[in-house]
């Protein structure tokens, strides 16, 4: 199975970007759609975005729409998720993580794989 691991988080500020990286440490991407998820002091885990292998379907939850753009490089075993006109609402710790599916699911539990995650914090 695989295992991943994220980077790119930071505290920024209201309007700014980041870009997020998601690599496997060990296994591939493959066929299955992989997607990003985030969870915010006392929230749930919630949907992002998700890719599927060939990036021609993409789904993003409504709150990141026009904002945040999702792609992977299959060969390099790397997803990203850009970030541009962060706002507070996006604070929390992001996630990538594998679907056991080809379709782009916003359902969590269609994700048994997940990274550590990393902290994105945007200030007002």
């Known amino acids: 199975q695989v295992k991943l691991v994220e980077s790119g988080g930071g505290l920024v500020q209201a309007g700014d970007s980041l870009r997020l990286s998601c690599t496997a440490s060990e296994g591939t991407f493959g066929d299955p759609t992989m997607g990003w998820f985030r969870q915010g002091g006392g929230k749930r885990r919630e949907f992002v975005a998700a890719?599927?292998?060939?990036?021609?379907?993409?789904n993003y939850a409504n709150s990141v729409k026009g904002r945040f753009i999702i792609s992977r490089i299959n060969g390099a075993n790397t997803m990203y998720l850009q970030m541009d006109n962060l706002k507070p609402e996006d604070t929390g710790v992001y996630y990538c993580?594998?679907?056991?599916?080809?379709?782009?699911?916003?359902?969590?539990?269609?994700?048994?794989?997940w990274g550590q995650g990393t902290t994105v914090t945007v200030s007002s």
């Open positions: 993580a594998q679907s056991q599916f080809r379709s782009v699911t916003k359902d969590r539990t269609d994700y048994p794989y």
């Open positions: 890719i599927d292998r060939s990036g021609e379907f993409k």
